[in-house]
């Protein structure tokens, strides 16, 4: 076995009669209403617990129980499926994500939209962990990191447009008929996925062993640290923004709207400009989005107490970590080319891992000592994160 990449089956050979960016567009569609299904609770946390009769923090958990789930399934679902068409797969992941959301839509109590929301985490999880292998099968290798940006634009889209339109749908709708309307977007990715996407053979190497054969990579598991301190580090003082910005003059409800959407803004162009990046300077982009993480959040620690030093910090901290997905997948690809199926799951799990440890850390520290240390130490993880992606050229 070499000592820097896991000896496997040669990578899957790419046919050029396949290519569709439409099929890439569709699994971006998908990304779109399951990122919108996941974060929907948040939105309309606080009407979904009155009507269940439960608090707030108990209606939260449905976020975190979709998350946990995810971090669990997402590695092994290729193994449990080596056999099946992986377009099968992905229409029965997208036709389960509808299937999640009307069931939260109807459920008579909460015990219900928790298992709905254990059931939606499966099928993010899969759908995450199958898009780079798909992908990888419907374009040239020398325009993944442009396919995955296409398909990772389904996430800011969904913070910066679904969930906003959500939680304003929710007063005049109520919570249900928004969950309705989330399974009505999906039913429209279903059949763009069913028209658009080609049959796309399992791996060879689908199984449990090669997974463990992945994981024993020194590089796979450099890769994989390396994320999980970006996206923990972020998480660490992201999550934390509210209270980092209530000393800023004058700011109110509208402010930090404006904030956030100016957040959401800048990740959306900032997941547009790593296509090139990714496929043309890789090592610059996982050195440059992580280092401009760092920036950010110390910028806002130590210099944001103005209206437009924090404006500039958070769209500077958007513009960063909407690169972030792309380039970690992409860095990904590269190291382990014929075991992508076992490296997006990996990474899916890696992500969910990073988001629970991260938050929890930016917690303890935001009450030991201060949402400004958080910021800074999250800043910098992921500084660290960016400097052993870029480590190692690939």
Do not use: C, K
């Amino acid at each position: 076995m070499s000592a820097t990449t896991p000896a496997s089956p040669p990578a899957p050979t790419y046919d050029a009669r396949r290519t569709s960016w439409w099929a890439v567009s569709s699994l971006g569609l998908g990304v779109f209403t399951l990122v919108t299904a996941e974060f929907l609770p948040a939105s309309l946390l606080s009407r979904l617990a009155d009507d269940l009769e439960v608090s707030e923090g108990v209606a939260g958990q449905t976020v975190t129980a979709t998350a946990v789930m995810g971090a669990l399934t997402a590695p092994t679902l290729a193994a449990l499926l080596p056999r099946v068409d992986r377009r099968t797969v992905m229409l029965g992941l997208t036709g389960l994500s509808i299937v999640s959301n009307l069931l939260v839509a109807v459920a008579p109590g909460y015990i219900t939209v928790l298992l709905a929301r254990l059931l939606l985490g499966i099928t993010i999880a899969g759908f995450w962990a199958m898009a780079l292998a798909v992908a990888s099968q419907l374009v040239p290798t020398e325009r993944l990191g442009r396919a995955m940006m296409a398909v990772n634009m389904g996430v800011p889209a969904a913070t910066v447009l679904a969930v906003p339109v959500g939680a304003y749908l929710g007063e005049i709708w109520g919570w249900r008929w928004v969950f309705v309307a989330a399974a009505g977007v999906g039913v429209v990715a279903l059949v763009a996925q069913a028209v658009t996407l080609p049959s796309v053979p399992p791996a060879a190497s689908a199984s449990l062993s090669t997974l463990w054969g992945t994981l024993r990579s020194p590089l796979v598991v450099l890769g994989l640290l390396g994320t999980a301190l970006v996206a923990g580090g972020h998480f660490a003082g992201f999550t934390y923004l509210r209270p980092a910005v209530e000393t800023v003059a004058g700011l109110g409800p509208e402010g930090l709207a404006v904030l956030l959407s100016a957040y959401g803004v800048a990740s959306f162009f900032g997941n547009l400009a790593t296509g090139y990046l990714a496929d043309r300077r890789l090592r610059l982009l996982v050195l440059l989005a992580p280092t401009l993480i760092g920036v950010a959040a110390v910028l806002l620690a130590l210099a944001g107490a103005t209206f437009d030093v924090a404006l500039t910090a958070v769209a500077l901290w958007g513009l960063a970590f909407g690169a972030v997905p792309t380039a970690t997948q992409t860095w990904m690809a590269r190291v382990a080319p014929n075991r992508l199926e076992s490296i997006g799951g990996l990474l899916v799990a890696t992500f969910q891992v990073a988001i629970a440890l991260g938050a929890a850390v930016g917690g303890l520290l935001v009450d030991v000592a201060g949402v400004h240390t958080a910021l800074v130490a999250g800043g910098l993880t992921a500084v660290f994160g960016g400097v052993l992606l870029g480590f190692r050229r690939v």
